[in-house]
């Protein structure tokens, strides 16, 4: 079956715009988390939406990020006023609820000029 | 203390050598153990969970010491496709809910032929 997608795959901005990042889960999967992952450095966590309960925001490292998740569907990631700090491979990944894997997606490698 | 932490090397190793990889953790309250690959340039995937028994899946054999906070990770016979970033992920006590897991760093090997 199809995995979780992400799009774009590649994006380049200038500081100052604002981005949105998607991310498809897999269907049926309830549970989706955002990740930041900086060149040469670990996964950094983001967000996490559980169901129709109230999404995990803790790991969001400024009021210039948000993200949306409309029932148990497609995510987006939005941040405002891009800052060349934000530049990173941004990685959505979900999972059947309570089950122990999760699933990655390719990422979108986000460049901020 | 990092919640999660390994070492990064690189380990270069030959062929058909074996290599072992540990990892520390912090929080006592984490549930949930597991080995993540993640190849260049690629998203991470699940290698194995680990459980405190111990466990093989082939060439690989991962142990947890929940006393001392500890895992590890041991690779028999290694190959060249085995040239990978080995992360440590523990689940729970951390953010992301129940399900959220925390990522080490990464440990990079590299099979030399």
């Known amino acids: 079956g199809a995995g979780v997608s992400q799009s774009p795959s590649n994006k380049v901005t200038e500081k100052g715009k604002d981005v949105e990042l998607r991310c498809d889960p897999i269907s049926g999967h309830t549970a989706l988390y955002w990740y930041r992952q900086r060149l040469g450095q670990g996964l950094e966590f983001l967000i996490y939406f559980q169901g129709n309960s109230a999404p995990d925001k803790s790991g969001l490292p400024s009021d210039r990020f948000s993200a949306e998740r409309t029932g148990e569907s497609v995510s987006t990631l939005t941040i405002q006023r891009t800052q060349q700090e934000d530049s990173a491979v941004y990685l959505c990944a979900s999972s059947p609820g309570r089950a122990n894997e999760q699933f990655f997606g390719p990422g979108t490698r986000l460049t901020v000029l | 203390r990092k919640e999660v932490e390994q070492d990064p090397g690189p380990f270069n190793v030959p062929e058909g050598a074996t290599v072992a990889f540990n990892c520390t953790y912090s929080?006592?309250?984490?549930?949930?153990f597991f080995w993540y690959r993640q190849d260049c340039r690629k998203e991470p995937k699940l290698l194995m969970s680990v459980y405190s028994s111990g466990n093989e899946d082939g060439r690989f054999t991962a142990q947890l010491n929940r006393a001392s906070q500890y895992i590890s990770l041991l690779i028999r016979d290694s190959k060249l496709s085995d040239s990978a970033t080995y992360l440590c992920v523990v689940k729970g006590g951390g953010r992301g809910g129940a399900d959220g897991l925390t990522f080490g760093k990464g440990t990079h090997l590299i099979i030399q032929p």
């Open positions: 929080n006592s309250a984490s549930q949930s």
